[in-house]
């Protein structure tokens, strides 16, 4: 999963999603090629997410050859879903992971066989989607809504901060962040609200790019 690919066209608006994280107690944070002040750092975020909004999808397509598709399908796999789960998706606002998750629970009440006390669990479901952009969040719930979802009351969505969550303790029995804890600004802050929300035995399973090794790929 160590796949950077950047198109020319939409780099520009691109390039700082791919940036490394710099120390965690610095005062200044890396946005791009570029440190800026932490501060600075969630506004810059922003206005970047909301610009590609409803690209957003295009914009993986090329930063990962496409292949961030079997790598969600891979998260959700290890995540192992289960009807009547309380989940966490954090920066997931198109709602990509949480429509994975409930296409899994679905497919276990069909094994089932429309088993009554499977039935019961979905109703229970609680699949929270919580992103920090309204843009991001609104794309979701129309994605939603195409795909006959738009009234699913096991799928939540929540304008919320990663580092700052509502959610009350040891609520969660999971908590993804897909492409996400690489564009806040104090990953030790989102690594403890992750802790605080998650069960004893939750599951934590984030899904992030890193640096290519591969000569012509680096260069790439």
């Known amino acids: 999963m160590a796949l950077k690919l950047v198109s020319r066209k939409l780099g520009s608006k ?3 999603m791919l940036s490394s994280t710099s120390p965690l107690h610095s005062h200044a944070t ?6 800026v002040r932490e501060e600075e750092k969630s506004q810059l975020v922003g206005n970047v997410f909301s610009s590609v909004a409803s690209n957003y999808d295009l914009m993986n397509d090329l930063m990962s050859g496409g292949l961030h598709r079997l790598w969600k399908d891979r998260l959700v796999s290890m995540l192992n879903p289960f009807p009547g789960m309380k989940h966490l998706d954090v920066a997931g606002g198109t709602g990509d992971v949480a429509f994975r998750i409930l296409d899994g629970i679905s497919s276990i009440k069909r094994r089932a066989n ?17 992103d920090i952009n309204p843009n991001m969040l609104n ?18 969505w929540v304008e919320g901060d990663a580092e700052a969550l509502s959610f009350e303790d040891n609520t969660m029995d999971g908590y993804t962040i897909a492409f996400g804890i690489r564009n806040v600004t104090h990953i030790e802050k989102v690594l403890a609200e ?6 004893h035995g939750g599951r934590f399973l984030c899904l992030e790019l ?3 090794e591969v000569p012509v790929f680096k260069e790439l």
């Open 139 to 156: 794309v979701g719930r129309k994605r939603a809504i195409e795909r006959g979802l738009g009234e699913d009351k096991s799928l939540i």
């Open 114 to 130: 429309q088993d009554p006390i499977n039935d019961h669990l979905q109703e229970e479901t609680q699949i929270h989607v919580c």
């Open 194 to 199: 992750a802790y605080r929300v998650l069960k």
């Open 30 to 35: 890396s946005f791009g090629f570029k440190h």
């Open 14 to 16: 691109f390039l700082p």
């Open 210 to 212: 890193s640096h290519v």
